[in-house]
């Protein structure tokens, strides 16, 4: 018989080794389902991880991709980690994207065609305090009147994908587009495009900024009273009390750093690879933003490497849809699966495994 | 805008159908969370369900094997939920959140070859002397069997928590799961059953969008629903009876506002469309700000046996 035995502490090679079971379980649970859809499990496998990086085909064109897909995907993912640390869950990121896209978005079209050096960082601006304030309509409803901010923030992205039809075909749309739902094409407009750093790598500002988000958390998770506060308040929210931490100002906090990276997330993306504001230019980043926070444990150099990982799979998806016919959805429940395996793995790191024999467990 | 345009009659029979899949996802999971877990797959297995019941209708032509098959696809999707929450104990959250992702992945890969097919759908039942009673017939009387299915189904899970010993036990486990195992009740068992149940009414209603209210397959049709369903648990204070009023009155103000899109109301659109989703936020806000809450002391708490 299998007992589990609460370890006295959590395991900490376990916590690193956990995702790395997870992808491998996911690996062959997902080969085995590609077999059963007529494709070759190890052709899927390798085109998936192994050919958008160093297939000599395509490799030049998809390589950079990597860096456009996994910038979003860090960036939020960064955000949500601190609120899942401290226990809180914000679940709308996708929602926080978009409408920091439609309120940046707006902010500079306003200025439009001028080309001051000014518009592209107040676009950013306006960005981020749009993603801040949709998730400060959570956050407040959670601190002022307790009500559950999980199913608050996922009906705010409903809300959401409705502001984004009314924007694209409404009040952002591009007077010269002949009638056509979409915003102005950003890149057409130098002052608002979000050109890459080092043309050619897919390295545009807001992969910088995910870079920059990533070592600014690290800080202040291992520097700094506040990331001590946060992860206090998730470990032991009574101690945290006692210890005088406000769990309001956590959740403000929490929630709105998340908001508005989120919504930086947004207007970087439709300034650069996206373009235009229009419908479904959000491939829901936000929600698998959740899955990359948990691959890499909640811990910042773990959320670069996951959200590496899975825009490896997104660029893989793509591929195995273009070379292998495979439908969309297969790499949707490819992803699915990751963050059910390693749920599942993180037993590990928490209980250890005992074999005993079933006439001693049963006395 | 002309009001006069929607009649009275049909629109009380169209929120009966539009209230239904949410009734029945709603009913399961709130036996879920009495029995002290937060199952957030809710639309993951209801989308499961529609595609898995639209499938085995088309390919068979019953749909009455459609929503058996949806109930079983619901309930062994929730099973993996009650392995990592019950015996890997993993947390009730991030686990119910990955069930929706997994569902909504699982269900679009299934249902790829289903779309733009139209489904057998259920037959109005036609009781004679009853459906024939003026106004009321039509409107409460000459409904499908689901309709009255999941209004007994409410009645049943009314009665079992409320009457029966093992309506006491499940109530047990979900307020306090340790003195449930020191009464020598089988925690994990209740807690596995109860997910089970809760998987196998969210199917049912996935399998009613599909194969009655819509009728037809589209990816990411439940849109919300699932959640929608969630909320109204908490809206109904842990209570059957109030279940059922919170179904519908989401159908009520989903028809209304299809209604008044079609009659062509001065109100944006997208506002209509929204308006579901703000009104359950409302609700909410309602809710939480009355301080009523009556939730399982024990819900979403991992339950481990450890001496």
Known sequence: ?363 | MDLSSINPILLVASIMVSATPILLAAIGEMVVEKAGVLNLGVEGMMITGAVVGFAIAVNTGTPGLGFVAAACAGAVLSLTFAFLTQYLLSNQVATGLGLTLVGLGLSSLIGKPYEGIKSPTLPKLDIPILSDIPVIGPMLLSHDIMVYFSLALVAAVWAFLKYTRAGLILRAVGESADSAHALGYKVVNVRVMAIMFGGACAGLGGAYLSLVRVPQWTEGMTAGAGWIALAIVVFASWRAGRVAVGAYLFGGITVLQLNLQAAGAQVPVALLSASPYLITILVLVIISAKGAHGAPAALGRAFHASN
């Open chain 1, 1 to 363: 018989m299998i007992t589990l035995e609460k370890r006295p502490e959590p395991s900490k090679h376990w916590t690193y080794l956990t995702p790395f079971v997870a992808i491998a379980l996911t690996m062959i649970v997902g080969g085995a389902m590609f077999g059963m859809m007529g494709v070759d499990p190890f052709e899927a496998i390798r085109t998936i991880f192994w050919d958008p990086i160093f297939n000599t085909q395509f490799a030049s064109y998809t390589r950079p991709q990597l860096l456009v897909k996994a910038g979003p995907l860090i960036l939020i993912a960064i955000g949500l980690s601190l609120g899942f640390k401290a226990g809180i869950w914000n679940i709308g990121a996708e929602g926080q994207y978009i409408i920091g896209a439609v309120c940046g978005a707006a902010a500079g079209l306003a200025f439009y065609p001028s080309d001051s050096i000014f518009i592209f960082p107040l676009m950013l601006i306006f960005g981020m305090l749009g993603g801040w304030i949709w998730a400060m309509i959570p956050a407040l409803l959670k601190t002022k009147l307790g009500t559950n901010e999980i199913l608050v923030s996922l009906m705010l992205v409903y809300v959401a994908e409705n502001i984004l039809a009314t924007a694209a075909s409404g009040f952002l749309r591009n007077p010269d587009g002949r009638g056509f739902p979409g915003s102005r094409n950003f890149k057409e407009w130098d002052a608002a495009f979000n050109a890459d750093i080092i043309s050619g790598t897919g390295m545009h500002w807001g992969v910088l900024a995910a870079f920059i988000a990533v070592i600014a958390a690290y800080a202040l998770m291992t520097k700094h009273l506040l990331g001590f506060q946060i992860r206090l308040s998730g470990e032991a929210p009574r101690a945290a009390r006692f210890a005088g931490v406000n769990p309001s100002a956590m959740i403000l906090i929490c929630m709105g750093l998340s908001g508005a990276l989120a919504g930086l997330a947004g207007i970087f993306e439709v300034t650069g690879p996206a373009g235009v504001v229009n419908i479904g230019f959000n491939a829901g980043y936000g929600f698998t933003a959740i899955i990359v926070a948990f691959l890499g444990r909640l811990n910042p150099i773990g959320i670069l490497l996951a959200g590496l990982l899975m825009a490896l799979t997104y660029i893989g998806g793509e591929l195995t849809q273009l070379m292998l016919a495979m439908p969309a959805a297969a790499i949707q429940l490819f992803q699915g699966m990751l963050l059910f395996f390693l749920l599942a793995a993180d037993v590990l790191v928490n209980f250890r495994i005992r074999f005993t024999s079933s006439a001693k467990g049963a006395a």
